[in-house]
């Protein structure tokens, strides 16, 4: 089935209204994962639309929320990032801001901004040169604006013993591009990272960021098909490394929330592994209601926080009003950033922080 045919199976039964963050918010109807649905067939049949209706396909989270309870199984968050294609074939997207991102992975090889030059100050030592076939990946987020990750990684796995390699020029992973409605940039982009990982022998691939799992895993196989390479969240190689040995772990008294990403929870089903890797560290974890598959979205994802900054500041503040906790466990990166920054504007007193950053402090 195409996915034309998909958005016209919708039944309308109205489930995933409860579960679309940004239609919580608003109320408003447009905003609907039902009303996307329609927008995007009226998109591939060639039907003019208006203003607002691009506005609904670009503030779609990409959360995946309402396709995980679809009786459908139809697979809306692919929909929404072909019908932003379509809109980008017509001149209609991306948005300004997006396309400032996007200009700025193909000239200075990030998303965020940052300085190649600067890419690898958050190593706590000289850059490790060393031949492997595993790749650490550390992402834009790692590598730029949230360093504690990428440095309490680092050490963890370095400290377990994992065999791995860094790249200097590492580059993105191209999420952004493929999200926004430029698969075609994406393809060329990952044609050439798929390229040099088989230039430098590189079979697996260990991603900090569940945003780049997802890319690599499951995007970069549906635009190239298969890479030959396998993906892998650093959550599963330190809960398959400290599997067989917690005791290696201090146990530090502390009480948490931990925090689902959307990609980790929904796309690769990982969510007990982050717990038992916290309850090994000592940490008392105190639920949010809805948690693993069910998780509240940070509000940050499918590019919503650079275009609809308001709005995912509206739907992080209202995640971190349902932990129970002031101190916030998440195993994703951009998480940490968005919800922090949300923290501190909304005065919520919340302190959110990467996951390894608690495994480290037990492991010293």
């Known amino acids: 089935m ?8 919708c039944t309308e039964c109205g489930l995933c209204l409860e579960a679309c963050p940004v239609y919580q ?25 208006s203003e607002q209706m691009i506005e609904s396909i670009n503030n779609c989270l990409a959360c995946m929320r309402c396709e995980s309870i679809c009786p459908e199984e139809i697979e809306l968050t692919e929909i929404v990032f072909q019908a932003r294609s379509e809109l980008s074939k017509k001149g209609l997207g991306p948005s300004e801001k997006q396309k400032r991102i996007i200009e700025g992975i193909l000239t200075m090889g990030n998303g965020v901004g940052g300085d190649p030059e600067k890419r690898l100050e958050w190593l ?12 650490f990946y ?53 044609h050439r990272n798929i390229e040099k990982f088989n230039s430098l022998g590189i079979k697996r691939i260990v991603v900090l960021c569940p945003v780049c799992l997802k890319c690599f895993k499951y995007c970069y196989p549906k635009v190239l098909g298969s890479t030959g390479i396998s993906v892998q969240h650093i959550v599963g190689v330190i809960y398959d490394l400290l ?9 530090v008294n502390r009480t948490l929330t931990y925090h ?11 969510t007990e592994e982050p717990r038992r890797i916290l309850n090994w560290c000592g940490a008392e974890l105190k639920e949010m209601e ?26 992080a503040s209202r995640l ?3 932990a129970k906790t002031e101190s916030v466990v998440s195993a994703c990166p951009f998480c940490v950033f968005h919800l922090n920054y949300a923290s501190r504007k909304r005065e919520l007193a919340k302190n959110v922080v990467y996951f390894t950053n608690i495994v480290w402090d037990s492991l010293k």
């Open 25 to 49: 918010v608003t109320g408003e109807a447009l905003f609907s994962p039902i009303e996307r649905l329609k927008i995007a067939i009226d998109l591939f049949e060639g039907k003019e639309i």
């Open 320 to 322: 971190l009003n349902m």
């Open 138 to 190: 550390i992402g834009c987020l790692g590598s730029y604006q949230e360093k504690d990750a990428a440095a309490s990684s680092y050490l963890v796995l370095k400290r377990l013993g994992f065999d791995f390699m860094l790249l200097e020029d590492e580059g993105c992973c191209g999420s952004i591009l493929y999200e926004n409605g430029r698969i075609d940039l994406a393809e060329e982009l990952f």
């Open 260 to 270: 689902d990403p959307c990609p980790l929870a929904r796309k690769a089903g990982i």
């Open 290 to 315: 809805e948690g693993r598959e069910d998780a509240l979205c940070c509000g940050a994802g499918g590019g919503v926080r650079v275009t609809y900054r308001d709005l995912s500041l509206e739907i």
């Open 2 to 9: 195409n996915f034309l045919e998909q958005a016209k199976s």
């Open 124 to 135: 706590p030592e000289e850059f490790p040169r060393r031949e492997s076939d595993t790749l």
């Open 243 to 251: 599997g067989q040995n917690p005791a290696l772990l201090n146990k």
